[in-house]
């Protein structure tokens, strides 16, 4: 029988998990999917944003995998920094595949970036979230401009989330101090502003498309701004032209510029799109962020963009930073500063170049910060094929008979399946006293206390 550890229980891990057992292909293997959370899904959980239900909805094929007869979800087991060392967990099991994920984010390298009032997008994601890292009290939303550094879709989720009514939030599992502080929320724009032009942005098109159908908002361009992508007049005649999601984004764009000023509209809020703008330094008063200087870029003419020599500041009381995730470092495992990711072969964890045996990784710690949530299906599945062609060898190497009683002696408190489904009820049990559906639970102690079925 082969034991395998899958660590995090984040789509990568999940759909890792889901490949090992798949079709019995490793005849008899078992997979205990461990967390450092007493919750599993990862961003699924806390990351992808509550009105979005189909993404979330996702949660009910991932709870299949953790439901398989060979499959064991084993939450609130850290492991790296602080927890359980990865050569400690290489003598339980025969293999175990890293699906960490990138849990920081980037960082801009400009001045004034710690300012208070300057935040990762990551941060706000977590607070509505309900990640119990982040403290509830992290956002007061007394702010009434927001800028939103980056064209991704984490900019757009956090862009829709600031725009939307709390009223919209109600139905979803939004936790009720988030809520009520979105409620009372003084933000009337939220100004979106992308280094590069349209043509280059990152989100997609569906996400785009959304900010546009908010009730109670409104989408502004800029169309001299729009114009100087080389792309917004369609494509020269002997010129390539864009591909489909760039043909697709400046349509919306086109339509939003089309539907002219809004000057006269003083109602409900206000989404600036901004493009060609380079952030170089937030801007202080009275010891908190008060706005953001852009050096204006324009088109290279190769795709990238350089500085034109001019400069426009844009006030804001928080600036969030949605530049992209980063992977970070698990101590005892290597690690390529410079791609944020574990330097792999198909999934096989290299050290010094070479593979080594029993350890794999997939996902984004494998991958970097791109892609959907599908994405990784395929990326665990390229990692499991490198495992299971190994697995003759691996069956040699020692392995414990019961891994969750070496991590009990070793002075961890697993929360097993049962404790995840306490903390369901609770969560469920809490929105009924609100007269929501289910509320999630936004702090560790809460959280633990649920899955003893303290009050659930
Ligand atoms: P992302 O897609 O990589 O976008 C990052 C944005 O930040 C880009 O516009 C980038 O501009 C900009 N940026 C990077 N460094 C910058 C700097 N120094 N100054 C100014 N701007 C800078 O990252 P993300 O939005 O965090 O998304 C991560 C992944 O999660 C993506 O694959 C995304 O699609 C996925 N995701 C999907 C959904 C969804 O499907 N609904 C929701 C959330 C996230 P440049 O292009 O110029 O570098």
């Known amino acids: 029988m082969l034991r395998v550890a899958v660590v995090g229980s984040g789509p990568s891990g999940i759909y890792a998990a889901q490949a090992l057992v798949a ?14 959370l007493p919750c599993p899904y990862g961003l699924v959980r806390y990351g992808v944003a509550p009105d979005h239900e189909r993404i979330k909805s996702l949660q009910r094929g991932l709870r299949s995998v953790l439901e398989h007869e060979r499959v064991t979800f084993v939450g609130n087991v850290p492991v790296g920094a602080g927890g359980v060392e990865p050569g ?3 003598g339980l099991y025969h293999a175990v595949v890293y699906c960490v994920g990138a849990a920081a984010d980037r960082s801009l390298g400009i001045p004034g970036e710690e300012l208070p009032g300057s935040r990762s997008a990551t941060e706000f994601v977590s607070w509505y979230s309900a990640h119990p890292d982040t403290a509830t009290g992290r956002f007061g939303l007394r702010a009434r401009t927001v800028v939103v550094i980056g064209m991704g879709n984490v900019a757009v989720d956090v862009a829709r989330i600031l725009a939307r009514g709390a009223e919209e939030l109600r139905p979803t599992d939004v936790p009720q101090s988030a809520l009520g502080v979105l409620a009372g929320s003084r933000v009337r724009q939220v100004v979106m502003v992308g280094r590069r032009g349209p043509s280059q942005a990152r989100f997609t098109t569906k996400e785009l498309r959304e900010l546009g159908a908010l009730p109670g908002a409104r989408v502004v361009v800029e169309p001299a701004e729009l114009a100087r992508d080389p792309w917004y007049a369609g494509p020269a005649p002997d010129a390539p032209s864009p591909p489909a999601v760039v043909r697709r984004n400046l349509d919306v764009l086109r339509g939003w510029a089309a539907a002219g000023p809004v000057d006269g ?35 290279d003419g190769e795709g990238g963009i350089r500085d034109t020599g001019a400069y426009e500041d844009i006030a804001a009381e928080l600036v969030l930073r949605a530049v992209g995730y980063r992977g970070v470092p698990l101590p005892g495992l290597p690690f390529d500063p410079v791609h944020g990711t574990v330097p792999h072969r198909a999934g096989r964890v290299l050290r010094d170049g070479v593979p080594s045996p029993g350890e794999y990784v997939a996902g984004w710690i494998k991958r970097g910060p791109t892609g959907v949530i599908g994405s990784n299906r395929s990326c665990a599945k390229e990692t499991v ?12 190497r020692p392995a414990a008979p019961d891994p969750l009683a070496v991590l009990r002696s070793w002075g961890l408190r697993p929360v097993e399946w049962d404790g995840w489904q306490s903390i369901e009820r609770a969560e469920a049990a809490l929105g009924r006293s609100l007269g929501r559906g289910p509320v999630k639970i936004p702090d560790w102690p809460g959280l633990m206390g649920a899955a003893r079925g303290d009050g659930g």
């Open 265 to 299: 509209d003083v109602s409900g809020r206000r989404i600036a799109l901004r493009f060609f703008l380079r952030p170089v330094e937030l801007l202080e008063r009275g010891g908190r962020v008060a706005g953001v200087r852009f050096a204006r870029t324009g088109p």
């Open 88 to 90: 400690r967990l290489a």
């Open 385 to 396: 094929a490198s495992l299971i062609e190994d697995a003759p060898l691996l069956a040699h």
């Open 23 to 36: 079709q019995d292909l490793v005849p008899g293997v078992r997979v205990d999917v461990l967390d450092r």
